[in-house]
Nanobody
Framework: QVQLVESGGGLVQPGGSLRLSCEGAGFTLDYLAIGWFRQAPGKEREGVAC????????AYADSVKGRFTIARDNDKNAVYLRMVSLKPEDTAVYYC??????????????????????WGQGTQVTVSS
């Protein structure tokens, strides 16, 4: 059974930083594209970052480029999202997910089919003074 478990969310002041973790259980993340999505209250879930199979490339939403970094640790079967210079508009529930393919083609900058993804339970990030 595919399971993704997120952690690392919390309350942070504007300009602060957080690192989110996504650990895989029951399967190996190495050969899959893994992405981070977020959903703010009243908004649709959007993709913010993705790393392809084997870390061949990464993709980021325009709103987070230069501030968020996605990275893998294959020894820990985990993917991380490092977030710096956080803004109030980054407040959302953050999810990691995979569509069980090696490509980031369906993750950011456009429509994604919710039903095609395996989702974690989410972790809340709140940016507020």
């Amino acid at each position: 059974q595919v399971q993704l478990v997120e952690s690392g969310g919390g309350l942070v002041q504007p300009g602060g930083s957080l690192r989110l973790s996504c650990e895989g259980a029951g399967f190996t993340l190495d050969y899959l594209a893994i992405g981070w999505f977020r959903q703010a209250p009243g908004k649709e879930r959007e993709g913010v970052a993705c790393t392809s199979s084997g870390d061949m490339y990464s993709a980021y939403a325009d709103s987070v480029k230069g501030r968020f970094t996605i990275a893998r640790d294959n020894d820990k079967n985990a993917v991380y999202l490092r977030m710096v210079s956080l803004k109030p508009e980054d407040t959302a529930v953050y999810y990691c997910a995979t569509d069980l393919t090696p490509s980031c083609a369906n993750y950011v900058d456009g429509y994604h089919d919710e039903g095609a993804f395996q989702w974690g339970q989410g972790t809340q990030v709140t940016v507020s003074s």
